[in-house]
């Protein structure tokens, strides 16, 4: 059973972007990459040894009905780019995906830098394959004009500060992120400058003691009952006089 190297082309082409790279990276390894590249003066054509095996490699790497409707197809570049061109209409839909999720990314939106990165790296690949690829000065305007309200002045600092480079950007959220942690940590426990009510925390306190001493003593229950049934004889006896005929 041959070797299947990485995810195979889906029948309806939505991984066709990361499975023709998958393809370029395995072909060109095995140094059969020319098989589906166009032919260039002065260079020799593959063998058909050569040219078979990359044909082995992309039919093993494409779904079952695929490999049955393109069985006659013996040229691998004819096979490539009868794939391609059935699939190129991907470029229009993922370019219209990534787009809308560029528009609508903010890094307030993630709980760490770390992921916004990630995040803007798997757009910007998208994007790079339909040719929109954002510049660095598009990534580090998005970033920090995505931050949350509360860090304004922090926004101002970057801004004076100049970056360039996306890279040294996130570099160094990802330095103040450790810290503003800590300090976000330690604000949950007790805000800055705040400390509980004495009277608030001793009127609570007071009330809880009381709850938990009536619901946990059997003897209050029964003391409270036992003066209820009292209560209750003494009204039937001066009922019972008022009833008796004068």
């Known amino acids: ?31 059969l990459y020319q098989a589906i590249a166009p032919p260039q003066q002065g260079v020799d054509a593959l063998t058909d040894p050569h040219k078979y095996n990359a044909l082995f490699i992309i039919r093993n790497h494409i779904h079952q009905d695929l490999k049955a409707e393109y069985i006659l197809e013996e040229d691998p570049r004819a096979l490539w780019l009868a794939l391609q061109t059935r699939y190129e209409q991907q470029k229009a839909i993922i370019l219209r995906e990534a787009l809308n999720e560029w528009n609508h990314l903010r890094i307030q939106d993630f709980k760490s830098v770390g992921v916004f990165n990630h995040v803007v790296h798997k757009l910007s690949a998208k994007l ?22 509360a860090q304004m002045i922090l926004q101002q600092q970057y801004c004076e500060r100049g970056f360039t480079v996306y890279s040294e950007l996130i570099k160094t959220l990802l330095q103040e992120e450790e810290h503003g942690e800590v300090l976000m940590w330690n604000s949950n426990l007790r805000p800055v400058g705040t400390k509980p009510l004495p009277e608030v925390h001793t009127n609570t306190q007071t009330k809880q003691q009381r709850n938990t001493t009536n619901s946990s003593d059997p ?25 008796v005929p004068s």
């Not at 029948?11 to 499975?19: K, R």
């Not at 040719?131 to 305007?141: G, L, R, Y």
């Not at 029964?222 to 049934?229: C, S």
Request: aromatic share 6%.
């Open 1 to 31: 059973m041959a070797t299947i190297e990485f995810e195979v082309l889906a029948l309806d082409g939505h991984n066709f972007t990361t499975w023709a790279m998958d393809h370029k990276v395995s072909l060109s390894l095995r140094g």
């Open 128 to 149: 790079k394959f339909c040719k929109k690829e954002p510049s660095d000065v598009e990534k580090i305007e998005k970033t920090l004009s995505t931050l949350l309200p």
């Open 219 to 243: 003897g209050n229950f029964k003391g409270k009952n036992m003066h209820k049934r009292q209560r209750q004889r003494k009204s039937r006896g001066a009922n019972k006089g008022k009833d």
